[in-house]
């Protein structure tokens, strides 16, 4: 029995040393292009991601490089300026901003491959990253605009719940303000954090259909419902609802400040779950409440898959690494949904019982949601969207009023 | 010697790798800015040739911001010329004179020269931190509670806090070139004087100045075009914001660029900056050799 | 001394004194935190030398952040950086004093356009330039352009310098039997040695500070520079400032280092460079 054992084994390794060249030509290396640094939340997920494409394609090697978010915008531009300098895989935000790379014919398309992962992945999930009927980014997260709350200090002012209406949340953060808690930390450094708070008033006040339309240039800013949400969010500012040196932070030190307990909510993507999770104390989830009934009901809701991976048109390899740009996409998702990082855009094929509470509920809200409206300056392409970012940081800083908001972009973007 | 001096051969190949440098790297790609500047582009597909469109909206549209952006410039060179210099020179006059520890101050006063600016500029960030910024906390150690401020967050004090890092770290580089100057006049000069019965100050004024107005004449020209070209250590404090209040044409042209895809406009702020500097550079030129 | 001498003399040492603190204070401010945890920066210990030295901060700006990688990048670049422009300069600055040809003080004028060009200027086309010549992601990706935005300040530099070099010692050494390149490489350079350290401060300072072309033209972690591991690492640690002090004096203390023992030498050469600029 040994022996034949052993002839069985020697057999197997004899064909697998020959069977290795049969199988791959060359090894071949793919260079990809992340922003998951060391301190970014999605960073081990991508290297659980690596590591186990790699084991199951001996003959690959992933070449990975990532950069501050910030630094990388830069990047990435100008390395569309020489398409020859593009990585095999890149990372890239959906919307306008991959769309003005396809437009330029810099993208490789994804079509071909998508259909060996069809099953896992709703053709839904790559709307955002889909032109002109091509597809053209592989969704890793998908992410909504997520209310944070700290229950102890909730609990401090006397409510044991999220309030779910405009008038309950203003009653909380009277009583909040009246216990010395700062209600809301915003980062005014980073606009995009201010989108986080306007986007959702926007959106519960004329609804998600109406701000679509507004954010696809097919309906104009000139709206009085938008000029009412301005002024919802300024009078919260007014009265003293938000941290007044937000103006002066960045989002990790809001972020930080809201974990240390500094404030009672905190506004911003649900890829925050996992690290609130975890952090000491007692947190809930939950959406902004809704401010015109008419128009928007509590189950509308900010986001959807953003985060994407592309593959260069100029890449060497350009079925290997579509192929891998989608394996890596479904692992990058798995293991982000289990860390807390951002909730799934592909089916989960897996256990799910693992998922942290905050993000389980999120994913609750997402099931259960009525409409969803893409994140404003991801929606809209680079020139217009900077106009928005620079208006909603005037709000931010009641440099300007509503009518002023609406006015400004009215004119500005036509 | 004369013979030799005049080979075409050897004069070539002592020019030809500076030649090639600069040109390759830096004419050669300016004349691209300047080509592109005359388009409407996004950096990515079609170029649509639209003229001087984007200088004339440089100059005239309150949108980009431009104006505001040269604005902010200048007013940095005129606090550089106004304060950076006189203070570099007043330090200069002092320690050239050759007084104790000369030294030790001269080696003191240039050492933030010597650390990058991004370290300053995150170091600086850290000073002013509206919560635990060394500022703050000095303000509200001495009960000056009512004056702090998030000093890069507000738009009265943003601009301020930018420029004081900014003067800070070169008045000792300043400081050196005008010294190195102090240093060189003639020590006969300075002695006939003071036989003279000259004061300190009287040397300074009629000897000392009249003498290293060259190297004043450097000083005024750096300190001017560098405030133009100013970039780094705005873009590591505030990048511009908040509401574009400490925007200068480097980061507005950064912007457009790399931000909102406007790469003929991003192109016609950096000519418009070349010919600036250049500019400058031949006024101040003109009003010294006037003076004399 | 009278008493009438000595109070402006006071004066100017307490104006210097007060301005040296000035200097020296966010440096110190810097070395301090860098060893201390958040609970002390924020709150029990702001200015003080750390009650409990946290060394740890260190260790992980070093690991974590790759400093040391970084620094020796920032180090191979301003040293090529210096020994290309100096090289580049010296024998143009030769060409345009010494040698004998119409309009040298055209072109010379020509070269001095490039202190009045801002390095930002035109980051795409040198871009695209770097990538054409497959030197993207290397040294010299960054070496080339600093030597060439560092060119026009060390040609002006130079010039002054070998504009005071007698044209005897020229003729003298011809008389000798020397070529061209002879009395350029064996009388000429030794007695630039002055200009060296000019032109090498102005260099370093020109690259060691650089972070937009060292971001966008280098994409290897393994050949970043330190203003841009500086910025990625601030990025990490936005809210735990040990670590990011850390790194700024890891970034900081080594070159104060080597200019404490070089500072008198540099100075000099500052002054040397003044008489004949």
Redo the contacts between chains.
Sequence with gaps: MKKILAMVIAALMVTSIIAVPVHADDPVTLTMWCIATESDANRPAYEQAIAAFEEAHPDIKIEWEAFENQSY??KI??A??DPETLPDIFFTWAGAFLG??V??G?VYCLDDTYANFQEQLPEVMLQNASYDGGHYGVPLTMNIVTLFANMDLLAEAGWDHVPETYEDLTACCDALVEKGIIPFGCA??ETWCVTEYLEPIIEKTIGYEALNEVFAGRATWNNPGIAESVSTFQDMINKGYFD??G???GNDEVKANFIAGKYAFYQNGSWNCGEVNDAEGNFQVALFPVMNAENATYGQVIGGPSDTLAVAASSKNPEIAANAAFELGRDICHYGYLAGSGLPAWTPDYDTSEVKALVADVAEIVAAADGMTLFGDTAM???PA??YL?YV??VY?T?IDGQGFIEGLAE?LQ | ??K?????G??LL??I???I??C???????V??GYYSFFDW????EKTFIGFSNYIDLFTSN?IGFMKALGNSLVLALLSVGLQLPLALG?AL?LGKG?K?E?I????????????????G???????????G?LN??LRSLGLESWTR??????ETALGAVFIPTL?QYV?YHM??L???V??VPKELREAAMLDGAKDSQINRYIVLPY?K??IR?SV?FAV?GS??S??LI??LTNG????STEVP?TL???M???????GMGSAI??L??IL??AF?LIINRVFKEEE | MKLTDKIPRML?YI??VF??V???F??Y??FT?SLKNNDE???EN??GLPQNWIWSNYTEALKTGNMGKYFLNSGIVAVATILITL???L??T???T????KRRKT?NKF?M??????????????YV?LSRLHLLNTYLALI??Y???S??MA?LVCTGFMNAIPREL??AA?IDGC??WGI?LRVIVPLMKPAVATVGIYTF?QC?????FANIFISKTALKT??VG??AL?GQYTTA?GP?GAA?VV??FP??FI??FL??RI?DS??????K?
């Design positions: 915008k830069t531009k100008a569309m300026s003005d790379f437009a330029a810099n005014g450094k007044p040196s103006m002066a932070l392409s680079a020139d900077n106009t620079d940081s005037l800083g440099e500005e | 010697m004369k030799l001096y005049s080979n075409k050897h004069i002592f020019l790798p500076a030649i440098l600069f390759g790297i830096l004419i050669a790609p300016i691209m800015s996004d950096g990515l597909g949108r330090l002092v007084i520890g030294r101050f001269l080696s003191i006063f240039f050492m933030p020269v010597l650390i990058s600016t991004v370290v300053i995150q170091l600086w960030l850290k000073i002013y931190n509206p919560d635990y060394i906390v000095l998030m000093w890069l967050g507000l738009r800070w000792g050196l070139l010294y190195a100057g240093k060189s290293i060259p190297i450097i020209i075009t133009l070209k970039f780094d873009y590591v914001g908040p509401f574009h480097s042209m950064i912007d660029l790399f931000l909102r895809n406007r790469y950096a000519v900056l070349i500097c250049f550079a | 100017i104006g210097l301005w040296a000035i200097n020296l966010p440096v401010w810097m935190f920066i924020f709150g702001v200015a090289a580049v300069a024998m143009a030769f060409a345009l010494r040698l004998i040809w072109l070269f356009l490039g202190l009045t060009i801002p390095i930002h200027a035109s980051i795409v086309p040198i330039t080339i352009p030597a060439a935005f060119l026009s040609i020229d003729e011809c070529g061209v350029f300072l060691w500070n650089e972070l937009m330190l203003p500086i910025q601030s400032w990011i700024l970034a900081t070159t104060l200019y404490v500072s008198k100075q500052f002054v040397a460079g003044a008489v600029g």
